[in-house]
């Protein structure tokens, strides 16, 4: 049985990928993708994708571990002191990941929310270049946590 593996950020940058190939033809039947005009017929198909891309992989790497699904796409969630989240090297475990967003290019751009100690978001948003960023996930559960940065794509 061969494994084929690739990264948490890889998965993050397909994510953007088929979030920008999807843009004309959300455009061809109305349905806004640019902030600030997407509302929820996006957020529904852009967390639907999330799921499926990145939280599905991270899911089926860690099989049977219990592990919490990842925060959903798009959330901000009251907490993630409980939570799995995807953060970034950068920002490390005090910023979670929220969404991609566009600065010049459609879903160039990573939007963390800042946390707290207790693990609360706060008012601060940090933002960084898609292209540029790592990921890690970060995955809890009732026995602990388990940070991965790299997952199973094909067995």
């Not at 959300?26 to 997407?38: L, Q, R, T, Y």
């Not at 898609?130 to 094909?154: C, D, H, K, M, P």
């Amino acid at each position: 049985m061969s494994r084929r593996y690739g990264s948490v950020t890889d998965l993050v940058v397909v994510l953007g990928e088929c979030l920008s190939a999807l843009t004309p033809y959300m455009s061809k039947v109305g349905i806004p993708w640019k902030e600030p005009n997407n509302y929820d017929d996006w957020d529904e198909i852009a967390g639907a994708v999330y799921s499926s891309v990145v939280g599905k992989t991270v899911a089926y790497t860690v099989e049977g571990k219990g592990f919490r699904k990842l925060a959903p796409y798009g959330l901000c969630m009251p907490t993630y002191a409980e939570a799995s989240f995807l953060f970034s090297t950068q920002f490390g475990r005090e910023a979670a990941f929220v969404k991609l967003v566009t600065s010049n290019d459609a879903f160039d751009t990573v939007l963390f929310i800042s946390l707290n100690a207790e693990g609360k978001p706060t008012d601060e948003w940090k933002k960084s270049a898609l292209r540029q960023t790592q990921f890690f996930a970060l995955l809890r559960s009732e026995n602990g946590e388990r940070e991965i940065e790299n997952v199973i794509l094909e067995e």
